[in-house]
C-alpha cells in the first residue's frame, strides 16, 4: 500500500514545530511495511491543502492519504472543507468510528471534525493534529483499510 501523508500546520510549515503526528503516521505506515509515496507539511490554508490532495488522488500516487491537523473548531482549522472539496464519496462511519472510540478517554476527541472519503481509487483520511489522536485514529482505520483499499482497487470477491 503506498501512503501520502499531509500535515497541516501554520508552524510546521514555518518549521517552528516539529512533524511530530506526520512522523507517528510514517512510523505506523513503516511498521507495516507501507510504502510513503509523498509527506509534505502545509499551511492551514485551503489553497495547499485541496492541490496536495488532488494531485496525489488523480496521479495514482498513493492508495491511502492521510491528512493530520486542522480538524478542530479554532477559526484557522479548514482541513475537513479542504478535504470536502476533494472527496467524491463520503465515507462518515470512518470518521465516527474514530471520534467515538477516543471520546471515553478524551472528551475533547468528540470537538474533532475530520472526514474520511474517496476520490476515485485513493482513500483520504483526516486525522487530529496530537499524536496521541493519530495513533487513536490509526487504531480505528488499521481495522478496516487494507479491505477499503482492495475495493477501491477493483477486488470486490469478498
Known amino acids: 500500500m503506498r501512503i501520502a501523508i499531509l500535515t497541516v500546520s501554520d508552524a510546521g510549515s514555518r518549521g517552528k514545530r516539529q512533524d511530530t503526528s506526520g512522523d507517528a503516521i510514517a512510523e505506523w505506515a ?8 509523498a509527506r509534505e507539511v502545509v499551511p492551514d490554508e485551503v489553497n495547499d491543502i485541496a492541490p496536495r490532495l488532488l494531485r496525489w488522488c488523480d496521479s495514482g500516487l498513493a492508495d491511502l492519504v492521510i491528512t493530520t491537523g486542522g480538524t478542530g473548531i479554532s477559526a484557522r482549522d479548514i482541513t475537513p472543507e479542504a478535504t470536502a472539496g476533494v472527496i467524491q464519496k463520503p465515507l462518515p462511519g470512518i470518521a465516527e468510528a474514530m471520534r467515538m472510540s477516543a471520546w471515553t478517554r478524551v472528551p ?11 476520490r476515485g481509487k485513493t482513500l483520504i483520511v483526516n486525522l487530529p493534529g496530537s499524536t496521541g489522536g493519530v495513533k487513536e485514529g490509526l487504531a480505528v482505520l ?9 475495493l477501491l482497487r ?3 470477491q469478498h
Do not use: C, D, F, W
Open 30 to 37: 513503516k511498521q507495516r511495511g507501507y510504502e510513503i509515496a
Open 108 to 118: 475533547a476527541a468528540i470537538l474533532s471534525r475530520g472526514l474520511a472519503g474517496t
Open 142 to 150: 488499521e481495522k478496516v483499510v487494507e479491505h477499503a483499499v482492495e
Open 154 to 156: 477493483g477486488n470486490t
